[in-house]
């Protein structure tokens, strides 16, 4: 079995294959807003875009800052309803780690170590691994601009003419502001997490900026692909080779570049 000091070496790959700059944020407004009773439509219409994708594929460049850890990689994501794959890419070779969920039984396979985390929930996984619990459905929802998934509105409030800020009936604050006459989501707040669309390309996010307790992570997304052929079965399906040795999610967050 690789000792504790080669897992992190493996996993830390993931820090040596992307230069960016530090994450950037978005400019909201402060205060307490004038209550706004008619901000269903504004709502609906800010989210349409992004409630609209089912399977979404991209590219996404990490950079910032974790538990005290420098974090710079590059992932390669593909999502569908309640599904997920994510590999995280070494500068030659077999990819640092494959992670593939379906539903709540999550596998993460380290290659190069040959360890592997069986049957956990992915929003666990995740949260050792790079240090956002979050699932499939919520993952799909931040990367493709809608903060997160579940995300009644109970209420808004409005900042001028072009800002409005609506609270969730689950918790949580997502921030719309007006560009060119049409509602846009920019930012989030929920859960001890801030998320940040500082920049897009067309109406899909380009730069997404996530800040937490111990995170400040920067994410560039490219190359991305919605509603695409992307079946289910292929894209949870992951070959665990012969004398792989478990792993615990503990240990994983104990050597992962986000750990504690």
């Known amino acids: 079995m690789a000792g504790k000091?080669?897992?992190?070496?493996?996993?830390?790959l993931l820090t040596i294959t992307l230069a960016a700059c530090?994450?950037?944020?978005?400019?909201?407004p402060a205060g307490p807003g004038a209550p706004v009773s008619d901000f269903?439509?504004?709502?609906a219409a800010a989210r349409a875009a992004c409630e609209s994708v089912r399977t979404f594929q991209a590219e996404l460049g990490l950079s910032g800052r974790a538990a005290g850890q420098r974090v710079r990689g590059r992932v390669l994501g593909?999502?569908?309803?309640?599904?997920?794959?994510?590999?995280?890419?070494?500068?030659?070779?077999?990819p640092v780690f494959i992670l593939?969920?379906?539903?709540?039984?999550?596998?993460?396979?380290?290659s190069r170590e040959r360890r592997v985390v069986r049957d956990a929930p992915p929003e666990e996984i995740l949260n050792a691994l790079i240090?956002?619990?979050l699932g499939a459905d919520d993952l799909r929802a931040l990367l493709t601009g809608c903060v997160k998934a579940a995300a009644?509105?109970?209420?808004?409030?409005?900042?001028?003419?072009?800002?409005?800020?609506?609270?969730?009936?689950?918790g949580g604050t997502i921030y719309l502001n007006r560009v060119a006459g049409a509602w846009r989501i920019v930012a989030g707040r929920y859960g001890g997490l801030e998320i940040d669309y500082p920049a897009f390309d067309g109406d899909r996010p380009s730069q997404i900026t996530l800040r937490g307790t111990e995170l400040n992570l920067g994410l560039t997304v490219s190359q991305g692909e919605t509603n695409g052929d992307l079946p289910r079965d292929q894209l949870v399906a992951?070959?665990?080779?012969?004398?792989?040795?478990?792993?615990?999610?503990?240990?994983l967050r104990r050597a992962g570049p986000l750990g504690r």
Do not use: H, K
């Not at 593939?100 to 380290?110: F, K, M, S, W, Y």
């Open 5 to 12: 000091s080669n897992l992190a070496c493996s996993i830390l």
């Open 238 to 251: 992951l070959n665990i080779p012969d004398g792989v040795e478990p792993l615990s999610l503990e240990e």
């Open 100 to 110: 593939v969920a379906d539903g709540q039984r999550g596998t993460l396979l380290l």
């Open 40 to 43: 269903a439509p504004a709502y």
């Open 22 to 28: 530090g994450p950037r944020r978005v400019g909201l």
């Open 78 to 94: 593909g999502l569908v309803p309640g599904a997920l794959r994510l590999e995280g890419v070494a500068p030659f070779g077999t």
């Open 131 to 133: 240090g956002l619990r």
């Open 152 to 170: 009644d509105p109970a209420s808004a409030r409005a900042y001028g003419s072009n800002w409005m800020a609506v609270d969730l009936s689950s």
